[in-house]
């Protein structure tokens, strides 16, 4: 499960940096995040890597690396200052030396909550530093818990470890591991629910699930600073719960922070990558976290040290529906007239084939547009979107009743397919199903209301 994952990750780093330009750093709080350090003219540029998941393995790695930015190579014999801050804590603050610019501490998990380091130091500034038989080893309970791990950074050598460098400042960069936390709360007929929450940015707080107003909130701190902003590619955040809770699985949610209203596609439901669990993911990339600044300006001039999200229940259906294919490469808006499918009557899907990182419509698409029941092909055809959007038409006959799944194979010539899920069943009205192929949104309706299947 991990690596679907991974792929819905990838593919929102991908469109991430493909959109936003970078400056001084980027991948602010994800696994990774970069600083560029300017010394008389020459330019470095700083990357601190940490494994992304606090459980993907019990000896956990942070990689420094300092490169020459124009000619490409490892900055020589580099002595760093490092500070490392976790909620606002000093984890330590140390000088660590690397004769080629690439820097590996390994943590080394304890119960022990005050960091040790274990390794060689230098007679010069008391530096620690690998050696063939002694690597630097950090040990601690440092890293057993996620969020945002705060890495201040001096550059005290380069190039030969006598090349004493003063004052060049301290440059910062934030670097997440992924939190995930499990609650208990009860829903509207006293039963007791298990939510769960997944933040790839920061840790979260506060998380309530209201049963009247069928609502989940919680909080996460952060800097709305626009320095802070500026190197900040996506907030990505995840609210689990078993699907069988009925009262909360719904055909989408409005999602708000601080009060305002997030745009549709900041909000995606998953139904893909638990089988038993709904997740619906906040995305917010740049220039949204851009426009919530500039409406909370609006309301006061006292910015929050924090994002407060609400997530809402939604009985509407909202169209259209977004698909991703498998390999991110393309995006399939869907929606059919009329809602609700129905045998013997005509059914009109329309859609929109769109560039999967840009979202921009993609002219002379070709397509073909398949109908299958119990894995047969029933209907196929092809055509070409010269705009990027068109429609199909399609009748199904009593005898064409039951799982339904409407694909869209060779997109644009290539491997690259998606599908949608429809159920129809007449005595009970139209069951309709969506079931994205990247795995990131589905919906289920009855006569008009979400039941379990």
């Known amino acids: 499960m991990k690596n679907k994952k991974l792929i819905i990750i990838a593919i929102i780093c991908l469109f991430s940096f493909l959109t936003i330009p970078l400056e001084n750093s980027y991948g602010h709080g994800w696994g990774i995040d970069t600083t560029l350090i300017e010394i008389g003219g020459r330019k470095i540029s700083v990357t601190v890597e940490l494994p992304l998941y606090t459980d993907e393995s019990n000896d956990k790695v942070i990689t420094i690396t300092a490169i020459d930015k124009e000619t490409k190579e490892n900055v020589k014999n580099v002595t760093f200052l490092i500070g490392i801050y976790h909620e606002n804590k000093m984890i330590l603050r140390n000088y ?10 390994h943590v080394i998990p304890t119960d022990q909550e005050e960091a040790k380091i274990i390794a060689k130091k230098d007679p010069f500034l008391g530096a620690w530093y690998t050696t063939d038989s002694q690597p630097i080893q950090l040990e601690g309970n440092v890293f057993e818990s996620g969020g945002l791990f705060n890495f201040q950074i001096e550059l005290r050598t380069i190039d030969d470890p006598t090349n004493i460098i003063e004052d060049q400042g301290v440059y910062s960069v934030d670097v997440s591991m992924v939190e995930t936390m499990d609650y208990e709360k009860q829903s509207a007929n006293g039963d007791m629910i298990n939510f769960r929450t997944t933040s790839y940015f920061d840790k979260l707080s506060h998380f309530n699930y209201d049963p009247k107003n069928n609502l989940v909130t919680f909080e996460m701190p952060f800097n709305w ?13 995840e609210v689990h719960f078993p699907k069988n809770f009925t009262d909360f699985l719904t055909p989408s949610y409005t999602g708000k922070i601080n009060g305002i209203d997030l745009f549709k596609s900041n909000v995606m439901i998953d139904d893909y990558t638990k089988e038993d669990e ?22 006061g001039n006292v910015m929050p040290d924090y994002m407060l999200f609400t997530l809402k229940a939604n ?27 129905e045998p013997n009557k005509n059914s009109k899907f329309i859609f929109t084939i769109r560039d999967g990182t840009t979202g921009q419509p993609l002219r002379q698409s070709t397509y073909d547009f398949v109908i299958l029941q119990n894995n047969v092909e029933i209907y196929k055809t092809s055509g070409t979107a010269e705009i990027g959007g068109q429609s199909e038409d399609y009748t199904f006959p009593e005898s064409q009743t039951g799982p339904t799944v409407i694909r869209f194979e060779n997109i644009r010539g290539t491997d690259s397919s998606t599908e949608f899920d429809l159920f129809v069943v007449p005595e009970f009205g139209s069951i309709i199903t969506l079931i994205l192929a990247s795995g990131l949104i589905s919906m289920i309706t009855i006569n008009k209301k979400f039941i379990k299947i």
């Open 278 to 299: 709904r997740i619906v993911h906040f995305i917010i990339l740049q220039d949204h976290l851009q426009y919530l600044k500039q409406q909370q300006k609006k309301i």
């Open 315 to 341: 009985d509407k259906v909202v169209f259209p529906m977004s698909a991703l294919t498998r390999d991110g490469k393309f995006q399939v808006d869907l929606s059919w007239e009329p809602i609700d499918i």
């Open 96 to 105: 660590f030396f690397t004769p080629d610019g690439n820097l590996i501490i």
């Open 225 to 237: 600073n626009e320095k802070i902003i500026s190197h900040v590619p996506v907030i990505h955040e």
